[in-house]
């Protein structure tokens, strides 16, 4: 196994892109904010970014009483527990996952084991929202650490969106709507519960980067346009390829007046972008790509469709986790390839596959510093609780909330390729 970003981070911090990340998260998890790694450029949403709290005692415990307990409370709770993983989760903890994957296929995955009476999801907030909304009623799901959260899911929040449905509903009134609706919302798997739900409610659906182009098909074939939210690389990525201009994906900003667009240009659109972005992605460059090809004549380069479009034009292939996943997989040894995704999962890739050349495009080490959250301490400290009969860090979607988000998952599992 190859060095974790966690080692590198603490053994040598000015290697990692904020130094600050070699402190416990728990010395950040109660401020507002991100933390050390987010970008620059997020806004603070203060009364969505949830506060974590790490008792004292378990910020002290060693590195190996930590793992101890961790340990000792699994083989305690056996199949009562299942622990999940996300590929952009530290190695420290993703150790202990049952299962390793995106988060859609890990909100599934811990359907599989319907002896599990709590689901530990080592992934931000969103990720344990959906699993508590695909869970059965009587299964707990618990995120470690509730200051795990997504900037790029905090970037749409309820009334943005609500507010920006209003203004296009009346710009729109005009239109015959008998055969088509004026707008389809589609809200990516990286959102909130509350907005999967809105898209339950308005005829629209959830997309993940798996699928997105299939989404938006089934989406074209019931509206005139689509709202995309939050994040406006993957809605352009995918609209793009699919030969939608980019003149006609305009961006909607409920800030401004008129979404900050001339009506015009909102009635000729055929996909509004939210400007939501995530901070991990948005840092590949198409200078990065272009220096990987210097340096490694003949090099592969596949980025994530969260990337800007410049890069995921200059790169060879882009594609989901599990894509970016297969890729690697299907490559032959002696291959060089050169990753536009978060480093956690790119060292993995390069330890499980030694025999081929695999580094991330990014030089400087910057893992997804909501999801580092996660440390080992928070992880022992929910599982000893469970040991103890207490559920430390539910994560509970409101009934009203989970039926309508349902429906919008349910459209897109029903979704399929045209053709298909
Ligand atoms: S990598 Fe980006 S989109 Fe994924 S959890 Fe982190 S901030 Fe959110």
Redesign the pocket.
């Known amino acids: 196994m190859s060095t974790s970003v966690h080692e590198t981070i603490t053994a040598a911090p000015a290697a990692s892109c904020d130094a600050e990340l070699a402190e416990g998260p728990w010395v950040f998890d109660l401020v507002p904010g991100y933390g050390p790694g987010a970008s620059e450029d997020d806004v603070i949403p203060t009364p969505v970014v949830r506060p974590g709290q790490l008792p004292v005692a378990y910020q002290q415990m060693s590195d190996d009483e930590l793992h101890a307990r961790i340990r000792a409370a699994k083989e305690t709770l056996g199949d009562r527990l299942v622990i999940l993983g996300h590929f952009?989760q530290r190695d420290e903890v993703v150790q202990y996952a049952d299962f390793v994957g995106d988060s859609f296929q890990l909100a599934n995955a811990a359907l599989t084991k319907p002896d599990a009476e709590t689901i530990v999801f080592c992934g931000?907030h969103f990720m344990a929202e959906t699993a508590d909304i695909l869970a059965r009623p009587e299964q707990h799901v618990i995120l470690p650490n509730l200051a795990a959260g997504?900037?790029?899911?905090d970037m749409a929040d309820e009334d943005s969106v609500e507010a920006a449905w209003e203004e296009l509903m009346e710009l729109y009134a005009d239109e015959d709507q008998s055969e088509l609706a004026s707008v389809i919302p589609v809200t990516y798997m990286?959102s909130s519960a509350a907005l999967k739900a809105f898209c339950g409610r308005h005829g629209g659906i959830v997309c993940t980067s798996s699928n997105a182009s299939t989404v938006l098909e089934w989406a074209f074939e019931r509206g005139r346009r689509v709202l995309f939210f939050p994040d406006q690389h993957l809605g352009r990525n995918t609209g793009k390829a699919m030969g939608v201009p980019e003149e006609l994906m305009p961006m909607v900003n409920a800030r401004k007046p008129g979404l900050g667009q001339d009506p015009q240009t909102l009635l000729d659109a055929k996909v509004l972008l939210w400007p939501g972005f995530?901070?991990?992605?948005k840092r590949f460059t198409v200078a990065q790509v272009e220096q990987a090809r210097a340096d490694h004549p003949g090099v592969k380069v596949i980025v994530h469709p969260?990337c800007p479009m410049p890069v995921v034009d200059a790169a060879d292939a882009s594609g989901s986790t599990d894509a970016i996943r297969r890729f690697v997989a299907a490559s032959s040894p002696g291959d060089v390839i050169a990753i536009g995704t978060?480093v956690n999962m790119v060292n993995r890739l390069a330890a499980e596959y030694p025999d081929r050349t695999i580094f991330c495009l990014d030089p400087v080490v910057c893992p997804?510093s909501?999801?580092y959250r996660i440390h080992p301490g928070y992880l022992a400290w929910t599982l000893d609780g469970l040991v103890e009969g207490e559920v430390r860090n539910e994560i509970v979607v409101p009934d009203e909330i989970a039926t309508d988000a349902k429906i919008a998952l349910d459209r897109m599992l029903a979704a399929r390729p045209k053709g298909a």
């Open positions: 952009y931000v997504c900037s790029m899911a990286n995530c901070s991990v992605h969260e978060e997804c909501t999801m």
